[in-house]
């Protein structure tokens, strides 16, 4: 497999990249799911939950209210207070420094739970992030029931409204991601980078593939 940096599906020059785009979960923070990293968090498992959405019983909403359920009457702060223990990713800042230096957007595109990626926003300035929201009372306490923003197998639509918004096309567009629901972004974005990836079809997929957990390592790849 001989993937080389900064090569492009239509051979576009990085200087033509305007948003960078990335999934959160393995990719900005060292945790392979969110939403896993809470119920593991209060002992629960949600198996046969994930079994019955990718046999399509359930949809992705019902998905999450499944999934919230397990949690408990609890208050929103505990859910911060989990995710604030998420590592981030090597590299993360002095990689988006970089990127905002170089005059670039960036976007965060996940299935994953806003509350991490309202952290990430507030310590990297991201400019977009779209993340599925876990729904309180007025007094801060988990209802029970989930926003869904971004559906696992939704992410390219989200993307084609990111770009809609900043008028730009899908080739000025790079998405770095790791899971099988990112290759619909990889096939239409100007440069997609695998990162950590540990399916065949992610890295096949990809132009660029990164194995090092550190994210210093896409650079040479957006900015040279």
Not at 117 to 140: E, P, S
Request: glycine letters at 6%; charged letters at 25%.
């Amino acid at each position: 497999m001989n993937k080389r940096l900064c090569h492009t599906r239509t051979q576009k020059p990085c200087a033509n990249l305007r948003i960078i785009v990335f999934d959160m979960d393995g990719v900005l923070v060292d945790v392979e799911s969110s939403w896993q990293f809470i119920h593991e968090a209060f002992g629960a498992n949600n198996r046969e939950n994930v079994r019955r959405y990718v046999k399509g019983e359930i949809t992705y909403k019902e998905f999450m209210r499944r999934d919230i359920a397990l949690w408990g009457r609890v208050h929103i702060d505990k859910i911060r207070s989990i995710l604030s223990h998420a590592p981030l990713m090597p590299g993360i800042v002095e990689t988006f420094a970089s990127l905002r230096q170089a005059g670039l957007k960036t976007a965060l595109i996940s299935a994953g739970v806003s509350v991490l990626a309202d952290r990430l926003q507030a310590i990297l300035k991201l400019d977009y992030i779209f993340a599925n929201k876990v729904l309180t009372d007025q007094n801060g306490f988990l209802t029970g029931e989930g926003e869904e923003i971004v559906g696992l197998l939704d992410k390219l639509n989200v993307l084609k409204k990111l770009a809609t918004k900043e008028k730009a096309s899908l080739l000025e567009c790079a998405v770095i991601g790791d899971s099988t629901y990112d290759v619909p972004m990889f096939r239409e974005s100007g440069l997609s980078i695998a990162f950590n990836a540990k399916d065949s079809e992610v890295m096949e997929a990809a132009d660029v593939i990164v194995r090092k957990k550190d994210l210093r390592e896409i650079l040479p790849c957006l900015i040279g």
